[in-house]
């Protein structure tokens, strides 16, 4: 058999296995359809996403997965096969920190798919009002990021509103420099997010030294400047490039090469058991000696693992703390239902932010 025999008989089985696929995702669809009709028949809020099953879902995915693809390359595209059978019972709003190109909108779509609608916002605590007011479904901000550490604002918002957290999502942050000049020689100013900045701080140093660095309230805003304004760069992603008409000078400038970004997914309405979740929470104590070792015994005592801690001033007094703590696990499993009760008792503040499916992939 020739070699152009080869080909056509793989091209054959090819086309084949592309009818199956496609009659298989038609019949999936249907069934989303068939959910619907179902969930709007019930005398009970009709609520069409749930993220413990989509997270059950995907991770079953990867479980039976062989290769030749990655865990996160399969699973991207079942993502993007849920998203849009979802959009047949929902379209689901989604507001994200903007403008358009940010990491957060990145974040959105890993998350979300691109069967959704998407609402970009200047600020964090506008994604929280929108998410508030029902104008939204779900709303996405970031919380912390590997190299720079904590976002202080979306920690402060959770003080300041009810929003429950309904899922987080894990992105690998890749920064380019973005510029209208042809070479780092010519460039007097560097926009790009404080942040930005900081995760990019020892290539700049290297690199663009003469530079004056400027922080502004997104990357995508960094690359909106550089556009317009001569011998000036920013610092962004790849999408900013194409969606502004920049020219990528250097990719990958962040300074460590697993630059990662966690953000947060909220909402309004509490989340179910997944097969691996995490629970937020947010305490207070009186400011003594030994008080916070006090506040987190029942952990130690019901062997939960703590897997986060930030301290945040409480914005009541001086010196007095809030904290955020992840845990693993569901609130409503029996061993931290019993450990919540006996830290809600010994808490001044305690505040269930949400239990939520771990970031899948």
């Known amino acids: 058999m020739s070699n152009n025999d080869k080909l056509a008989e793989i091209r054959n089985r090819i086309d084949l296995i592309d009818e199956q696929i496609q009659e298989l995702i038609t019949e999936r669809a249907r069934c989303a359809g068939e959910v619907a009709e179902v969930k ?12 413990e099953r989509e997270a059950d879902i995907l991770r079953k995915v990867q479980s039976r997965n062989q290769g030749p693809l990655s865990n996160e390359e399969m699973a991207r595209l079942f993502r993007e096969i849920i998203s849009t059978c979802l959009a047949l019972e929902e379209v689901l709003k989604i507001a994200y920190l903007g403008p358009e190109g940010t990491f957060t909108q990145s974040a959105a779509l890993k998350h979300f798919g691109h069967a959704v609608e998407t609402m970009p916002l200047p600020a964090i605590d506008t994604v929280f009002r929108e998410v508030e007011s029902g ?3 779900y709303g ?5 990021n590997s190299t720079e550490g904590v976002i202080s604002h979306t920690l402060d918002m959770f003080l300041r509103t009810n929003m429950k957290i309904c899922g987080e999502v894990e992105l ?8 209208n000049e042809q070479n780092k020689t010519s460039i007097k100013k560097v926009y790009s997010h404080q942040q930005s900045l900081g995760q990019c701080r020892e290539w700049l140093d290297a690199n663009l030294s003469q530079a004056e660095r400027v922080a502004v309230s997104s990357n995508s ?24 008409k920049l020219k990528i000078l250097q990719p990958n400038i962040e300074d460590e090469p697993d630059n990662t970004t966690r953000f947060l997914i909220i909402g309004k309405q509490p ?3 997944s097969a691996r979740d995490k629970t937020s929470l947010l305490l207070s104590t009186n400011n003594s000696s030994g008080a916070l070792h006090g506040l987190l015994a029942p952990l130690v005592k019901h062997n939960i693992s703590m897997t986060r801690i930030e301290s945040r001033p409480s914005r009541k007094g001086m010196w007095d703390y809030v904290f955020f703590i992840d845990i ?18 010994k808490a001044a503040l305690f505040k269930v932010l949400g239990s939520y499916p771990c970031a899948v992939l």
């Open 271 to 273: 989340v179910g058991v």
């Open 221 to 244: 805003e960094a690359a909106r400047l550089a556009a317009s304004e001569p011998s000036s760069a920013a610092i962004a992603s790849d999408a900013s490039a194409e969606i502004y």
């Open 140 to 144: 996405v901000v970031p919380v912390e």
């Open 172 to 179: 690998r942050v890749h920064h380019c420099l973005l510029s």
């Open 328 to 345: 693993e696990g569901h609130e409503t499993s029996p061993e931290i239902s019993i450990a919540l009760q006996e830290l809600e008792q």
């Open 40 to 51: 709007q028949q019930s005398n009970e809020e009709v609520i069409f996403y749930r993220p």
């Open 135 to 137: 104008s939204a479904h």
